[in-house]
């Protein structure tokens, strides 16, 4: 990603998110147990079957929150909806096996590529060329496992599906 290390070249605020670590979350289960991870991906994964692949592009760059940032977020545009269309099936097949609550707010894709570093305020914003703005396919659903720590979340793969493209 070689726009981002562009962008973040000359900040010593932000932290970058791992490359392995870059992607868009569908749903947050949050705390399963482990003995459940089986259940829970052909629970997520078997409403997808047919599924097109979404056509996500790049909008801008965003602060989240906007007045104090957190973090900075490549916000998606969800060509022809597919990608909440995924959310949507995967979101409702597991709210009805109760191992997910759904959300009150509606879906955002994006992709979280830095983190404020603890401590900093008021982060100006990224002020760098645009990022690429190709349309591109997440031809790719993956149930991860976070392991937590102060440096940030590493991504465990536990299961994977491949939508049509």
């Known amino acids: 990603m070689a726009w981002r290390e562009q962008a973040l070249a000359d900040r010593s605020d932000l932290r970058p998110v ?6 868009v979350t569908l749903v947050f289960l949050g705390y399963l147990p ?10 997520a994964f078997e409403p997808l079957a047919g599924l097109r692949a979404p056509r996500l592009r790049v909008r801008e ?3 989240v929150p906007p007045r104090n940032a957190r973090l900075f977020a490549l916000d998606l545009a969800d060509e ?3 990608a ?3 959310h949507a099936a995967m979101s409702e097949s597991l709210d009805k096996a109760r191992l997910y609550k759904p959300e009150k707010r509606p879906f955002w894709p994006h992709i979280t590529f830095a983190r404020v570093k603890r401590g900093e305020r008021r982060p ?3 002020a760098s060329p645009p990022p690429p703005r190709d349309p591109f396919d997440a031809g ?9 720590s102060p440096r940030g979340a590493r991504y465990e793969a536990l299961h994977r599906l491949n939508l049509t493209l």
């Open 18 to 23: 791992a490359v392995e670590a870059l992607h």
């Open 34 to 43: 482990e003995k459940e991870i089986e259940r829970i991906a052909s629970t």
């Open 61 to 63: 760059v965003k602060p």
């Open 80 to 82: 022809d909806g597919r």
């Open 84 to 86: 909440g269309a995924v």
């Open 124 to 126: 100006p914003p990224i």
């Open 140 to 148: 790719e659903v993956t149930l991860y496992r976070s392991h937590l």
